[in-house]
């Protein structure tokens, strides 16, 4: 296990809290990690944010080649000490959403997951890229604000059940696997983490006619929570579809006037989209 203290004394290293640097300094949540990952030597895992490489060397000694994509470049000297040993890590300097992920991944034969400890303030962006990329991932375990796990597993009709909650689950099962508490990170976190696992399905996706609408449709759906979705999605600029349509949609799929975003369940989402598609196509 890397001595985070020590490696960040040896490079003088600062943390930047915008970037949201809490480094892991617990063996047995980044064996948990590990564990989740079920990993083998046909795995490709794209680690965003190595950090100093706590959580990237133990990937490395199970997975077949660990793609590692750190956007702080002063990090950079220090990831490449404590990976020196690993032939199978790549290192990238960059912003992990701008980089080319399909040409990251083109190439490789086995299965590629997804296993980061993830820089909080960009975690929605960066599981969105992912998940609407089509990228052939198999899985993702991700440590996250414990907030926004529970939405990822949020059921329709409860408070945490959002947008996230409905592009996750059109992608993939989520699972909340185990909490993490701050002191297992240096500097300590203010919020408590969660990670869990998202196992990719195209069982939803393959149903959806066009995943731009659809995206449209949840995003408009939610923006206003206690707002109907004649209202919410009629007064979307990016929809463009008049509230007469969307109630003679609604009537179609047999739901109410008054029906709201948060009612839907994914299944009545995609319905929904669909036919949102074909009016406006
Ligand atoms: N993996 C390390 C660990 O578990 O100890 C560090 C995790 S830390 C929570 C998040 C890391 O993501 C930081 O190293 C930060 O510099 C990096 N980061 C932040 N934004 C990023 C971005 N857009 N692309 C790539 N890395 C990013």
Same mark, same amino acid.
């Given at each position: 296990m890397i001595n985070t *203290? #020590?490696? =960040? *004394?040896?490079? !003088?290293?600062?943390?930047t809290k915008t970037l949201g640097q809490n480094f892991l300094t617990d063996a047995n949540i980044i064996r948990k990690i590990i564990d989740a @990952? #079920? $990993?083998? #030597? +046909?795995? =490709?895992?794209? +680690?965003v944010g190595p950090g100093i490489g706590a959580l990237t060397v133990?990937?490395? &000694?199970k997975a077949g080649k660990v793609i590692a994509i750190e956007? !702080? /470049?002063? =990090?950079?000297?220090?990831?490449? #000490?404590?990976?020196?040993?690993? /032939?199978n890590i790549d290192l990238i300097h960059a912003d992990a959403l701008k980089v080319d992920?399909?040409?990251?991944?083109? @190439?490789?034969? @086995?299965?590629?997951?997804?296993?980061? *400890?993830?820089?909080?303030?960009?975690?929605?962006?960066?599981?969105?890229?992912? $998940? +609407? @990329?089509?990228?052939p991932i198999e899985r993702m375990v991700l440590m996250v604000q414990k907030e926004v796990a529970q939405r990822m597993v949020a059921r329709p009709k409860t408070k945490d059940y959002s947008a996230l909650s409905v592009g996750v689950q059109a992608a993939g099962i989520p699972q909340i696997m185990f909490n993490v508490s701050p002191n297992c990170f240096i500097p300590k976190p203010e919020v408590d983490s969660t990670v869990v696992r998202i196992i990719l399905t195209d069982e939803y996706r393959k149903k959806i006619s066009d995943y731009e609408i659809f995206h449209e449709c949840v995003k408009a759906a939610f923006s206003q929570r206690r707002k109907t979705l004649i209202n919410s999605m009629g007064s979307s600029l990016s929809l463009n579809i008049?509230?007469?349509?969307?109630?003679?949609? $609604?009537? &179609? =799929? *047999?739901?109410? &006037?008054?029906?709201?975003g948060e009612e839907l369940s994914v299944d009545q989402f995609i319905s929904l989209s669909n036919l949102v598609t074909e009016r406006i196509n």
């Open positions: *203290n #020590e490696i =960040l *004394n040896k490079y !003088d290293l600062r943390l @990952g #079920e $990993l083998s #030597e +046909e795995d =490709l895992i794209i +680690e133990s990937l490395a &000694e956007i !702080d /470049k002063k =990090l950079i000297p220090a990831l490449k #000490e404590t990976t020196a040993l690993f /032939k992920m399909a040409q990251l991944i083109r @190439g490789w034969h @086995g299965r590629v997951k997804v296993i980061s *400890n993830l820089p909080y303030y960009v975690t929605t962006p960066i599981v969105m890229m992912f $998940l +609407e @990329g089509d990228y008049d509230k007469q349509t969307i109630k003679d949609i $609604l009537k &179609e =799929l *047999n739901l109410k &006037e008054q029906t709201r």
